[in-house]
């Protein structure tokens, strides 16, 4: 080969080069800025890909993660164990996983709940080798659900032990919820009460 096609057949060969990495550094910029947690981890259960939001939970940069494990970053011992055993059973049935919700233990001793899904893809040679997760933070949600519910719970409380007798009636004038006091005076069963109308009982005492 001359000396000219030499010269070109290098200047392409760098051109590739420099649109491989224009093209790896568009995609980490874009998995840095999600707020969601994206990785995917080989049959070895090792990172060959992190984005930023999943280091951060565990106190480092995605660089440091590749090529080692879960549990080498999860405090959670018995939690990493578990994952790495459910991403292996997940690669031997292919597919995905419904969604679920994780909590996760971070670098701090935080508790952050995760809703997350994980499928099987493949690797560079096409081989269902991959597992490719994701995870939306959803704490703050998870800390409203149990705020509301612990109100209800005293709500319920209070309005169970109320010494007035209560009922709750829908449009159609009919029970949906008594308290104790309101099974007392009236003399009936909550269990058969709930869905009747109120009218019958109340005339039945009036009577």
Do not use: C
Not at 10 to 26: K, M, P, S, V
Not at 75 to 85: H, I, K, V
Not at 183 to 197: A, I
């Amino acid at each position: 080969m001359d000396q000219p096609a030499l010269a070109e057949s290098e200047g392409e060969r760098r051109a590739a080069e420099r649109e491989l990495e224009r093209q790896r550094t568009f995609l980490r910029t874009v998995l840095d800025s999600v707020s969601s947690v994206i990785f995917v981890r080989d049959r070895e259960q090792r990172y060959v890909l992190v984005n930023r939001a999943l280091a951060e939970l565990y106190g480092t940069t995605p660089k440091p993660m590749i090529g080692k494990k879960l549990v080498d970053f999860n405090p959670d011992r018995e939690q990493a164990l578990s994952l790495e055993q459910s991403d292996l059973r997940l690669l031997e049935e292919g597919g995905e996983t419904d969604p679920y919700e994780l909590p996760i233990v971070t670098a701090s001793g935080e508790r952050r709940w995760f809703h997350m899904v994980k499928r099987v893809i493949p690797d560079a040679r096409g081989e269902p080798n991959l597992v490719l997760g994701i995870g939306a933070d959803i704490t703050e949600r998870k800390r409203l659900q149990e705020e509301v519910q612990s109100a209800l719970e005293v709500r319920d409380t209070i309005l169970e032990n109320s010494i007035v007798s209560i009922v709750f009636l829908n449009h159609l004038g009919r029970a949906v919820w008594a308290n104790r006091a309101a099974e007392q005076m009236f003399g009936f069963d909550r269990g058969g009460f709930v869905g009747k109308s109120i009218e019958p009982f109340y005339l039945s005492r009036e009577a």
